[in-house]
């Protein structure tokens, strides 16, 4: 780590909550105390340890839900931190295709280094069809703009009019568009049809009241 963003924190406690803000950028499924302590090649006493002291000094908010799990969430970001205006263009679907809502619906801010270099946009999800990417309902999701992707990759979809979420796969000269919930079917893409990836996905925005800006 080249230098800490987060007064009050040691290096070791800033690491971990800088892993914890990114898992939870990315997706809405929090990471176990076994999975940080692989990704940062400690013990889970040692997570556990560097987790109390992130709740304690007010970085991090811990809510127990009826079990013995707990929800984490994140109550500070770095001061220092460039901030970028990312616009909300509207929803999209995460379920079956809706007509798109191209209107400017307000922006987000959002830390530069977590988006690294591009041109982004933001679209507000309609529907259940990626809750096993960690995406959900109302969701924002921020959108990197570019016309290809990877297979693999989730992408916003233009298709006949219509756009959508869903995670791009191309096999046998086939498009298909793949949900992340077994209760949707996979939409083919024919080959006549009107089709373009409009970008791929970046983060799910964990959008606090000061970022969120709306437009009536």
Not at 109 to 131: E, H, Y
Not at 186 to 201: H, K, M, N, Q, S
Request: hydrophobic fraction near 40%; charged fraction near 25%.
């Amino acid at each position: 780590m080249a230098r800490k963003k987060y007064e009050g924190l040691t290096l070791e406690q800033e690491e971990l909550f800088l892993l914890l803000r990114d898992h939870l950028d990315h997706s809405s499924k929090q990471p176990t105390v076994r999975q940080m302590a692989s990704e940062l090649n400690i013990g889970s006493s040692a997570v556990n340890a560097r987790l109390q002291a992130l709740i304690e000094k007010g970085f991090v908010k811990s809510t127990k839900t009826g079990t013995r799990d707990r929800v984490l969430t994140i109550l500070k970001e770095a001061p220092d931190e460039e901030l970028v205006s990312v616009p909300i263009l509207g929803k999209i679907a995460c379920g079956v295709p809706i007509w798109a809502e191209q209107n400017f619906d307000g922006e987000i801010l959002l830390a530069k280094d977590r988006l690294g270099n591009g041109v982004f946009f933001a679209v507000r999800t309609q529907g259940d069809s990626m809750i096993d990417a960690g995406i959900n309902e109302g969701d924002i999701v921020v959108i990197r703009q570019q016309p290809m992707a990877d297979p693999g990759e989730i992408v916003a979809a233009y298709i006949n009019g219509e756009v959508t979420l869903k995670r791009f796969t191309f096999r046998n000269n086939v498009v298909t568009l793949m949900p992340e919930n077994a209760a949707y079917e996979p939409i083919v893409v024919p080959p006549d049809a009107d089709f373009r990836i409009l970008g791929t996905f970046k983060l799910v925005s964990k959008v606090r009241k000061s970022s969120l800006f709306t437009h009536n």
